[in-house]
């Protein structure tokens, strides 16, 4: 989404951003010029200073979403289907709102909400890769507040499973199981960052570098090109 000038040269929207990043004016002041010229992608100075200009839009992003010309934006995507529909058959695909798992850069890529069933997915396409924290984990719960004539109505229809026409019991595979205790979640806390920090670490970086510099490219060129 295009966020207002307006809201980004508000420093008050901008409040606790600047501590998260190495060159914030920097990255400040290449989201408020033009796009930048083709030989430099070819910088790699200017790719890191690209990577936390994007970042640092996201974030804005996020903040900007909870606004109410953020909210009224996101109103309209929400209705044309923008963000996808629920995977879940039973939600008779029910338009969907993306989510973040988590606040901080690079903890988890974004994710959907179903609003019908209450629960989270991981989006078909739309883009996947972007980071959730674009997004922030209260954006679902602030806009249907907003607007409680989108809440849909719960589902009244439930999947029973059966075998050869008889209700499976107190097995796995039937809602009729024995009940299993579920710890809530609505966000990552610290002990899943620290789980992910954890597996993530053994990534190999150089490959991960290289995988965001092409992606950095792709994305400035497709900018480009729109303009």
Do not use: W
Not at 77 to 102: A, D, H, I, W, Y
Not at 183 to 206: C, P, Q, R, V
């Amino acid at each position: 989404m295009c966020i207002r000038d307006r809201y980004i040269k508000d420093s008050f929207n901008l409040y606790g951003l600047k501590p998260k990043f190495f060159h914030y004016d920097e990255a400040y002041e290449m989201i408020l010029n033009e796009a930048p010229e083709e030989e430099d992608l070819e910088d790699e100075h200017f790719l890191e200073l690209y990577q936390e200009a994007t970042d640092l839009y996201g974030l804005i992003h996020a903040r900007f979403i909870l606004s109410p010309k953020g909210l009224a934006l996101m109103r309209d995507k929400f209705l044309l289907g923008k963000f996808g529909t629920c995977p879940r058959v039973l939600c008779e695909r029910q338009n969907v709102l993306p989510v973040g798992m988590s606040e901080e850069l690079r903890t988890s890529r974004v994710k959907v909400f179903c609003p019908r069933c209450e629960d989270i997915y991981i989006p078909k396409k739309k883009c996947p890769d972007v980071d959730g924290a674009y997004f922030g984990c209260s954006f679902p719960q602030m806009f249907l507040q907003s607007y409680t004539d989108l809440y849909p109505p719960p589902s009244t229809t439930a999947y029973v499973p059966r075998v050869f026409g008889f209700k499976v019991f107190k097995h796995k595979g039937s809602r009729f199981a024995e009940p299993v205790g579920r710890s809530e979640i609505t966000f990552y806390d610290d002990n899943h960052l620290k789980k992910i920090k954890s597996s993530s670490g053994a990534m190999n970086k150089e490959d991960e570098e290289d995988g965001d510099r092409r992606n950095q490219r792709d994305r400035v060129k497709e900018s480009n090109a729109k303009e």
